[in-house]
């Protein structure tokens, strides 16, 4: 709903709080921590705690949850995909902890297939490590691989997104394991939104993958916070690296800027174990419903065309498609989203890129306003 309290903490600065119809998107906040993720915050006040001790101990706990062999805490998943370069480069080398970014003899080179260059992965080079492609972009072979795979090697890094169609063109996550591991090379995953089917969770790792990563902002934790999964050897040189290291090892890696509260800490524990004890059916009946209230008001109105978003995969199930034709409304898809900023309160929807549809997702909205953002549709649409 859209009380007079809605949103008065931004508007006493002076700053325009909207109503959040794209989804979990970092530009927005990304995520509201649901209550048992507030109460465990709140919690942890009460007391100081050594954060290696901490970061070990809720690690055991999560991993356990997730079943993966080891898991840690990051200020993101980006932040994940940052500190497992590090690892991989330096490993348990202090010195070379030390000397990164600079990466003068160590291995720091970083494969990733043409056809999987992705929004994120600068994350990966912020260490030090070189991104180096293989494959073209009409895909890739096995032989792709093998042939790139050389003395400066540390890791092959693939990309996870179930919630898309499968790409027919790319080499697999298992074939990237074989002949990686074959070579004696790491495997990294982004598979920052995979947390559903709840099989899908730590499955990467599970595949034999050494890492993966996981966004929390994805599961109702706080915004900042994410996971690197792992073997346990990964995620102990992934320690190492860590902003706890920084004062309580005094080696100072590049992790030092990517810190955590306690509270995020246990945040993301009481996330993770609400994600595996709620309903999802539940939740995705709910997801699926206030979809439908947005589609509602848009039915039968000439030139719009409504679709359902019939995804359940990864972190942001169901939603909608909307579409407006030119020549019926004499408007296109983009006054829609500039017409819906200008709204009383203001409306974020998205053309994703490459998309030529409006993009709408009930992650963000609370009940009640998802007829507020199909009314505002209708009446820019019929206005
Ligand atoms: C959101 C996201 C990230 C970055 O995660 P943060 O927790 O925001 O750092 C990385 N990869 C993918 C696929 C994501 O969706």
Redesign the pocket.
Known sequence: MVTSEWGAIYRELGARPVINATGSV?LLG?STPVQEVKDAMDAADSAFIPLIELQEAAGKVVAEAVGVPAAYFTS????A?TLVTAAMMAGDDDDKIEQLPDTTGMKDEILIQKRQR?W?DR?LQLAGAKLIEFGSDDGTTEQDLIDAIGPQTVAVHY?A?EQDPADPHILSLEKTIEIAHEKGVYVTV?A??QIFPLENFGKYVRMGADFQ?I???YMGAP?S??MALGTEEMIHKISLQSFTGYETRRIRGIGRPQKMDRQEIVGVVAAVKRWFSINHEDRLEDAERMSREIAAPLKGVPGVTVEMNQNTIGHQPFGVFVSVDPSVTGKTNQDIVDGLREHEPSIWTRIPDGADRITLHVFGLDEGQTEIVGNAIKDLVTG
């Open positions: 970092t990304g993101g998943a980006g932040s995909l992705y994120y994350c990309y997104h982004d920052a939104g990563c966004a929390a902002k915004h916070t994410g």
